[in-house]
């Protein structure tokens, strides 16, 4: 389905948006129903698929100017079946105050002075501490108090995960050049860097432009010592195939695809939106269990 908007609500005067749609399957349920959630700053989308199949059965993705208590009354009141029961409930933060920090120097008692420092995180937001085992690493993030407290009473059998943690675990590459996953969103994308089986980078960057997305391409790369004929660029997200963005990271960049999400979608669904699109929400459903 093609981009379109739709006003459901007003959040202080400021527009909630709807860009996406894909209809629930009338009349077909499912034994085991997995909800996904990814919860941003200025974004919120959901999925429902089944854990058996890997079907797509529904998903909804908003924009709005400020993603927080007030809106996520006004989600679950426009999509009364986020209320139903679920196998199991996937939230994800997506916000960018983040850093990850090697096993061997993570002290608990440090991790909301690291943020203060970092992002100025101060008494509105709650920090978390993420274990990323197979790498070695802590996830030390923080998320709006309002919206971690709401989500936590509404999911409270819920998992949690930042949006690094999602992608680390998803990330398959095994390119000698080095991988570099670029999640796109309305204003901002999101940057994995993995090369030689390493994590060198998990980052997000506000962009305007496409020459911005190239710059903060090109400057990774730098830093990390990565060639740009050899890194492999994969793309997903709100990013056309046909869209001046692509274009201009061809200029600079040889290997470039799309990562494109792994569910099955029934064609009952209607579905024309690429499947590189919704690949952020189907990496949170892969993390079912």
Same mark, same amino acid.
């Given at each position: 389905?093609?981009?379109?908007?739709?006003?459901?609500?007003?959040?202080?005067?400021?527009?909630?948006?709807?860009?996406?749609?894909?209809?629930?399957?009338?009349?077909?349920?499912?034994?085991?129903?997995?909800?996904?959630?990814?919860?941003?700053?200025?974004?919120?989308?959901?999925?429902?698929?089944?854990?058996?199949?890997?079907?797509?059965?529904?998903?909804?993705?908003?924009?709005?100017?400020?993603?927080? !208590?007030?809106?996520?009354?006004?989600?679950?009141?426009?999509?009364?079946?986020?209320?139903?029961?679920?196998?199991?409930?996937?939230?994800?933060?997506?916000?960018?105050?983040?850093?990850?920090?090697?096993?061997?120097?993570?002290?608990?008692?440090? &991790?909301?002075?690291?943020?203060?420092?970092?992002?100025?995180?101060?008494?509105? +937001?709650?920090?978390?501490?993420?274990?990323? &085992?197979?790498?070695?690493?802590?996830?030390?993030?923080?998320?709006?108090?309002?919206?971690?407290?709401?989500?936590?009473?509404?999911?409270?059998?819920?998992k949690y995960w930042h949006q690094?943690?999602?992608?680390?675990?998803?990330?398959?590459?095994?390119?000698?050049?080095?991988?570099?996953?670029?999640?796109?969103?309305?204003?901002?994308?999101?940057?994995?860097?993995? &090369?030689?089986?390493?994590?060198?980078?998990?980052?997000?960057?506000?962009?305007?432009?496409?020459?911005?997305?190239?710059?903060?391409?090109?400057?990774?790369?730098?830093?990390?010592?990565?060639?740009?004929?050899e890194a492999d660029i994969q793309?997903?997200?709100?990013?056309?195939? !046909?869209?001046?963005?692509?274009?201009?990271?061809?200029?600079?960049?040889?290997?470039?695809?799309?990562?494109? +999400? +792994?569910?099955?979608?029934?064609?009952?669904?209607?579905? !024309?939106?690429?499947?590189?699109?919704?690949?952020?929400?189907?990496?949170?459903?892969?993390?079912?269990?």
């Amino acid at each position: 389905m093609r981009p379109f908007f739709l006003i459901i609500a007003r959040n202080k005067n400021k527009a909630v948006k709807q860009l996406f749609q894909i209809v629930a399957v009338e009349g077909k349920e499912s034994v085991q129903p997995v909800l996904s959630i990814r919860v941003g700053e200025k974004h919120c989308c959901f999925s429902i698929t089944d854990f058996a199949t890997q079907e797509l059965q529904q998903l909804a993705y908003y924009t709005a100017d400020d993603v927080n !208590e007030s809106f996520l009354w006004d989600l679950f009141a426009a999509h009364p079946e986020l209320n139903n029961s679920y196998y199991q409930s996937l939230i994800c933060y997506d916000h960018p105050q983040s850093t990850l920090v090697p096993l061997k120097y993570y002290k608990h008692e440090d &991790a909301a002075l690291l943020l203060k420092t970092l992002y100025g995180v101060n008494g509105t +937001a709650t920090v978390v501490s993420e274990s990323i &085992a197979e790498w070695q690493v802590y996830n030390v993030y923080a998320v709006p108090k309002d919206v971690h407290e709401w989500m936590r009473r509404k999911f409270a059998t819920g998992k949690y995960w930042h949006q690094y943690t999602v992608g680390i675990k998803n990330n398959t590459t095994a390119n000698a050049g080095g991988s570099i996953q670029v999640d796109f969103r309305k204003n901002d994308f999101t940057v994995l860097v993995v &090369a030689s089986n390493k994590l060198l980078l998990a980052q997000t960057f506000l962009y305007l432009t496409p020459e911005d997305v190239v710059y903060y391409l090109l400057k990774t790369c730098q830093q990390f010592g990565l060639s740009q004929q050899e890194a492999d660029i994969q793309m997903s997200g709100l990013v056309e195939r !046909e869209s001046a963005l692509y274009n201009e990271l061809h200029q600079y960049f040889l290997n470039i695809g799309f990562r494109n +999400a +792994a569910w099955i979608v029934p064609a009952s669904l209607n579905n !024309e939106s690429p499947a590189h699109f919704f690949t952020s929400l189907n990496d949170l459903s892969r993390c079912a269990s």
